[in-house]
T-cell receptor, first 112, second 115 residues
């Protein structure tokens, strides 16, 4: 069965520091990959996605992620954290016409 | 683009009553809609998938007679929690996608509290 693993349920960084949120998936077929962000008491907002083409994808709010097939990874990065980046981040994978499979989420805290 | 709305955002009801939550795609045709439930500090749990004009497909363990889903148009799906009980209190989130598009767009969620 397909699965998504987010390493670290909680990540804390200082404002201005690099943000790295890890995501690995298990799959025997090429997936579509997503990162969503959730602020408290809100729904999920799409940050970025990989479907086909360029493996380095850029999203909103300065985030980007790189699809590495050999490592089955889709890690999310941002060069410089901002206080407003504090939220819950979900990595998710789907396959053509299929359900969205979520990781368990990573809570990002940003210290001043 | 790709905006999904939910109504209401908050609902408090008495045990035994039914509650209806609406999910609308505002600027695209939602051929498929999904309903999720989220417990505090947890990931999303898929409850059911609905295609416009068809019966919903429920995930294992989800009571279809308790959580009634209707997807009567390409822009509207409803979730009705029938005979709600305190254990049904949760955050319910819908999402929608168009045909041939893999991206799901999420609504803002509905917080249900059953007293």
């Amino acid at each position: 069965a397909q699965s998504v693993t987010q390493l670290g349920s909680h990540v804390s960084v200082s404002e201005g520091a690099l943000v790295l949120l890890r995501c690995n998936y298990s799959s025997s077929v090429p997936p579509y990959l997503f990162w969503y962000v959730q602020y408290p008491n809100q729904g999920l907002q799409l940050l970025l996605k990989y479907t086909t083409g360029a493996t380095l994808v850029k999203g909103i709010n300065g985030f980007e992620a790189e699809f590495k097939k050999s490592e089955t990874s889709f890690h999310l990065t941002k060069p410089s954290a901002h206080m407003s980046d504090a939220a819950e981040y979900f990595c998710a994978v789907t396959y053509q016409g299929g359900k969205l499979i979520f990781g368990q989420g990573t809570e990002l805290s940003v210290k001043p | 683009g790709a905006v999904v709305s939910q109504h209401p955002s908050w609902v408090i009801c008495k045990s035994g009553t039914s509650v209806k939550i609406e999910c609308r795609s505002l600027d695209f045709q939602a051929t498929t809609m999904f309903w999720y439930r989220q417990f505090p500090k947890q990931s999303l749990m898929l409850m059911a998938t609905s295609n416009e004009g068809s019966k919903a497909t429920y995930e294992q363990g989800v009571e279809k007679d308790k959580f009634l889903i209707n997807h009567a148009s390409l822009t509207l799906s409803t979730l009705t929690v029938t005979s709600a009980h305190p254990e049904d209190s949760s955050f319910y989130i819908c999402s929608a996608r168009d045909r041939g598009i893999e991206t799901q767009y999420f609504g803002p969620g509905t917080r249900l509290l059953v007293l």
